[in-house]
């Protein structure tokens, strides 16, 4: 078990690798969490601007809007308005799974990109990208909007974006939406979720017209802020449906502009990832008045949690629903446990994630017998942190925010986990140093993570992971001569 006085002494080591103004910048990203000490509320500072020349591990404005919100809704096309690059990396590497016809009435894996050369850059893009606008919902009829996704070089010269897309709006007969999303915006991707909710909330829910025809029941939620990875919003959907809910809309992941648009007529939000979808969800309960809560559904501690705290909101149909719900599932979770966690039990990990995974997957360890002894966010708030704290009620727990590579290894190094949870820039970095390692992103591939189905898969990947014999056959530098 991390005592609280290694950790302190851990950081320090780190921290004396910079020069001193660096140094102190650094140290208020990092801390120790002790249970026993009472901490409350966020134990480090963040968001903020990373130190030049640090190896941040981060995502732009752009990946923020484009690549988490936008994105997945599926019947949209959303074009990268700028050089190729960045559309082309953007393009399904999130594993968003939608169910249609791709290039038909889907989009979600196909990169659509305004393409930039140099020309464009000297003489601007504005009517290449009207040119665009008219050829796309040309070769694509079926399509039900457009969103135009700005890129760095966009905002660097000037393009008028807004223009373009306002009288393109009016010549096509649907929403076409400027995301001013270029990469230098703020801090991380975080500015990105923010843009692109404005967006939604400025040219989809708040038009005329929106969501006309149809009418709601009581039992009318959305979910929002499940992205669908590996087809967890249909692992979530299922549970929420079962206990006698009415799924209206599920977003971004597997969504669709019908679906935004009944979304202010639900009796309540769930949001799944808080830090991308908060925004649009205050302004929802603030001018719709639709209740919003998050909620957790990876492992069955905090699905039961969950399922409950979202029953108690309804009647006693739904509460005891919620209950029958839990009642089916307990044999699955009981022979998932019962396998699984013997070979899991009092294993270490660590993780570095982005959205709400540091803090929501550490119930579905714990389930599994094992301890989480470090984590922290890419672009985490400090209400991320105060989330955090709540969860970390058990050990002592090392917290970084923006964590440096060079910080992230040195930590490994001493904390020796039996796992990482990270994204697709440590992986191989890790696994070269001979330590088990998931992708904790895009569930390396795998996946659903949600829900009772997810738990069993989630359980299965950490034993495969952890339990593989490739690892006896690679020596880790703490062990080397």
């Not at 290039?103 to 930039?116: E, I, L, W, Y």
């Not at 393109?168 to 915006?185: D, I, M, N, Q």
């Not at 249909?234 to 449906?241: G, P, Q, T």
């Not at 009415?246 to 669709?256: I, K, L, P, R, Y």
Request: charged residues 25%; contains cysteine.
């Amino acid at each position: 078990m991390l005592t609280t006085h290694e950790a302190e002494t851990l950081i320090k080591e780190v921290l004396a690798a910079y020069p001193v103004e660096s140094g102190t910048e650094r140290a208020q990203h990092l801390a120790v969490l002790d249970p026993e000490a009472g901490q409350e509320g966020s134990c480090v500072t963040a968001n903020r601007k990373s130190l030049p020349g640090v190896m941040t591990i981060r995502g732009c404005a752009y990946a923020g809007s484009k690549g988490v919100v936008w994105g997945p809704i599926k019947d949209m096309i959303h074009i990268s308005h700028g050089p190729v690059g960045c559309g082309q990396y953007s393009r399904a590497g999130r594993r968003n799974y939608y169910i249609g016809h791709t290039g038909v009435n889907t989009f979600g894996t196909m990169n659509f990109t305004s393409d930039f050369q140099e020309k464009d850059i000297v003489f601007g893009g504005d009517k290449k990208l009207a040119k665009l606008l008219d050829e796309v919902d040309t070769l694509f009829p079926l399509n039900r909007g457009i969103t135009v996704q700005s890129e760095c070089p966009v905002g660097l010269i000037g393009d008028d974006i807004e223009a373009v897309s306002k009288k393109s709006a009016v010549t096509l007969g649907k929403p076409v939406v400027p995301v001013r999303c270029e990469g230098f915006r703020g801090v991380s991707q975080s500015l990105g979720h923010h843009i692109a909710n404005d967006t939604i909330r400025d040219f989809i829910l708040d038009r005329p017209g929106a969501g006309e025809g149809f009418e709601s029941g009581p039992y009318d939620v959305a979910i929002i802020g499940d992205y669908n990875i590996g087809g967890d919003a249909w692992s979530s959907r299922i549970l929420l449906e079962e206990m006698g809910l009415n799924v209206v809309a599920q977003w971004s992941g597997d969504g669709t502009l019908a679906e935004l648009d009944r979304t202010p007529k639900a009796r309540m939000n769930l949001v799944h990832c808080y830090r991308s979808m908060n925004y649009i969800s205050r302004h929802m309960e603030a001018k719709y008045g639709i209740p919003w809560m998050e909620y957790n559904f990876f492992g069955p501690t905090k699905i039961a949690e969950s399922l409950r705290r979202i029953a108690a909101k309804f009647d006693e149909t739904i509460q005891a629903g919620a209950e029958a719900v839990i009642a089916k599932y307990q044999p699955l979770v009981d022979a998932i446990t019962a396998k699984f966690r013997p070979r899991l039990e009092g294993k270490r990990v660590m993780l570095y994630v982005g959205g709400l995974r540091p803090r929501h997957v550490i119930g579905a360890y714990e389930d599994l017998g094992m301890e989480v002894v470090g984590t922290g966010y890419e672009f985490g708030h400090n209400d991320d942190y105060e989330r955090t704290t709540e969860e970390l009620t058990r050990n002592t727990t090392l917290i970084y925010d923006d964590v440096s590579g060079y910080e992230l290894e040195k930590f490994v190094e001493k904390i020796r986990p039996d796992l990482i949870g990270s994204g697709i820039k440590e992986k191989y970095v890790f696994q070269k140093m001979g330590i088990p390692f998931r992708q904790m992103h895009s569930w390396d591939y795998s996946g659903p993570y949600h829900g009772y189905d997810g738990y069993a898969i989630f359980a299965r990947d950490m034993d495969m992971t952890l339990n593989n014999p490739c690892w006896k056959m690679m020596t880790p530098p703490w062990r080397q001569a």
